[in-house]
C-alpha cells in the first residue's frame, strides 16, 4: 500500500484547508486511515482516525470540532477537513493506514499503524 498526501500549504489564522491521501495497492485491505502530524522540534502527534465505513472516528483534543476526517471509498482517498486553523497547526502531516481492524480510540498511538505516506506541509500565520 502507498500513501500520497497533498493539499498543503501557507493560510492564515482562521482559514481553511483540506488535506488529501489517495492509497493505492493493496487497499482492499485497509481498515483504518489516520492523521497525525509533527511540528518542527516536537513528536508527532495524533490528530484523527476513522474506520473502513467512517461511521466511527476519534480526533485529538486540540482540534475536536474544527477537523473533520472523511473518507471517499471509491476514490481509496481520506480526507482532512481543517477550519478555523490557528498558528499551533503548523507542522507537517502525515496520513497513515491500518490493516487489521481495532478499537478506533487504540489508534491515537502510531504503533498500530502499517503504512506511512509523505508528509505535506501546513502553515498557518498569524
Known amino acids: 500500500v502507498q500513501l500520497q498526501a497533498s493539499g498543503g500549504g501557507l493560510v492564515q489564522a482562521g482559514d481553511s484547508l483540506r488535506l488529501s491521501c489517495a492509497a493505492s495497492?493493496?487497499?482492499?485491505?485497509?481498515?483504518?486511515m489516520a492523521w497525525f502530524r509533527q511540528a518542527p522540534g516536537k513528536e508527532r502527534e495524533f490528530v484523527a482516525a476513522d474506520d473502513r465505513s467512517g461511521g466511527n472516528t476519534v480526533y485529538a483534543d486540540s482540534v475536536k470540532g474544527r477537523f473533520t476526517i472523511s473518507r471517499d471509498k471509491s476514490k481509496n482517498t481520506v480526507y482532512l477537513q481543517m477550519n478555523n486553523l490557528k498558528p499551533e497547526d503548523t507542522a507537517a502531516y502525515y496520513c497513515?493506514?491500518?490493516?487489521?481492524?481495532?478499537?478506533?480510540?487504540?489508534?491515537?498511538?502510531?504503533?498500530?499503524?502499517?503504512?506511512w505516506g509523505q508528509g505535506t506541509q501546513v502553515t498557518v500565520s498569524s
Open positions: 495497492g493493496h487497499t482492499f485491505s485497509i481498515n483504518h
Open positions: 497513515t493506514a491500518r490493516r487489521a481492524r481495532i478499537i478506533v480510540s487504540a489508534l491515537r498511538d502510531e504503533k498500530h499503524f502499517d503504512y
